[in-house]
Structure formats: C-alpha cells, structure tokens
C-alpha cells in the first residue's frame, strides 16, 4: 500500500510540474526551479521524472516550446525569427535544425504546408493542413479518457495529463494508441467553448478502474 501511495504521488507531482512548464514557457525552466515546484532535490526528481515520462524535464521542455512554435507557425503571422527566439532559440538557424529534427521539415515549409486558410482561393490546387479521412468498424474498445475544454490547438495539455497517469497507473503496458474525440466545429468562436477528449485504450485488471488520475479527471468507457 506505501508503495503504491509512494507511486501516486510521484505521477502527481509529475503532473504538477507538466502544468507548470505549460503556465511558464516563457520563463526559466530549469531543473532546479522544477524540483522546486515538485519539493524535491534536483537530483532526486531528475531520476523520478525520467521514470515516470521516459524523458528528461529539459527535454519536455524543448518538446512543448516546439509544439508551441508549430501551432504558431500556422496560426501567426510572426516571423520565424520571433517564433524562433520565443522558443528559446538564439538564430533561426538553430532552431529550423531542432524543429527540422521533431517535425521532419524545416519551418518555412511546414508554415506553407499546413497555414490554415479562411478565404481559400478558388484556383488553389490543393486544401492545406487537410488530411484524408477514411471510415472504419472497430471493436469496442474501453478508453480512458480526460477531456479537454477551449482550443483545439492546446489538446496537447490534455495528452501530457492522459499519459502521464497512464504511465503510472500501468496502462501502457497493456495498451497502445492514442485517440482524439472532436465534438465540436473548430470554426465557431469564442465565448462558445469547443468540447473534444483524449483517449487511450486501456485493458484493465481487477481493481485497476478505481485509480484516478490527479488532477486531470480521466474517465473509463
């Protein structure tokens, strides 16, 4: 029972510092200001957040600075050296090979690629950022799920709260996959909110749909 309270509240303090690093990426991030936000020494917390996420706190940090960077790439007008330098990157250089290596093209050609259009023209030869869709049966299958309220744009918040309690809770382990839930029109505005959901398959054992992931409410069904 120690043991498993123990786990607990690692993944806790794990998502903890997740919503911290989301809140302040602008900010130094450092390690010891996270083992700061975890109360724990930097030594010790380097090695539990590893275990837990299978990355480094740094490397979190670079993963949702570039996550940024691309949806401002498509969603902005700023140039690439302001997307670039509120990424963290001092030249455009540097920081066109770090999201050349996440996103496998550079960032002039991922903003032309996939820059959302409101006023498509009429003698454009192909839709941008559209993706073909295809229609499948599957089995059922039971999810856990957390949902997600606002901008479809930042469901990636959701993502990091869903796999980090899967990981502790054990989920990966069985299950593979990922899933998101639209409910609602991108297009209509604010205040209107936009309701969607993550979701990951999960294969549960005996007792295993009690734990509940804090404080993101993840749902089974």
């Not at 089995?139 to 901008?151: I, Q, R, S, T, W």
């Not at 205040?191 to 993101?216: C, Q």
């Amino acid at each position: 029972m120690n043991r498993e309270r123990t786990r607990l509240d690692y993944v806790s303090r794990v998502e903890r510092v997740k919503e911290y690093i989301f809140e302040h990426l602008d900010d130094d991030l450092g390690l010891d200001r996270l083992a700061g936000v975890a109360a724990f020494s930097h030594y010790h917390w380097h090695r539990i957040y590893r275990a837990i996420t299978g990355e480094t706190a740094a490397q979190t940090v670079k993963r949702l600075r570039l996550h940024r960077a691309a949806s401002e790439l498509i969603r902005s007008s700023d140039t690439i050296k302001s997307v670039a330098a509120r990424a963290g990157y001092g030249s455009v250089e540097a920081f066109s090979r770090a999201f050349r290596s996440a996103y496998g093209e550079p960032p002039a050609t991922y903003r032309e690629r996939t820059q959302l259009s409101d006023r498509p023209s009429p003698d454009r030869k192909k839709e941008i950022g559209m993706y073909d869709v295809e229609i499948k049966n599957l089995e059922p299958l039971k999810l856990a799920a957390v949902a997600h309220y606002g901008d479809y744009m930042e469901i990636g918040r959701t993502f990091e709260a869903l796999m980090t309690w899967a990981t502790g809770s054990d989920v990966l382990k069985e299950a593979h996959g990922a899933a998101a839930v639209y409910y609602d029109d991108p297009a209509i505005p604010p205040p209107f909110p936009r309701t969607s959901g993550a979701r990951k398959p999960a294969w549960w054992s005996p007792g295993i749909s009690d734990r509940k992931p804090s404080p993101a409410t993840a749902k089974s069904g």
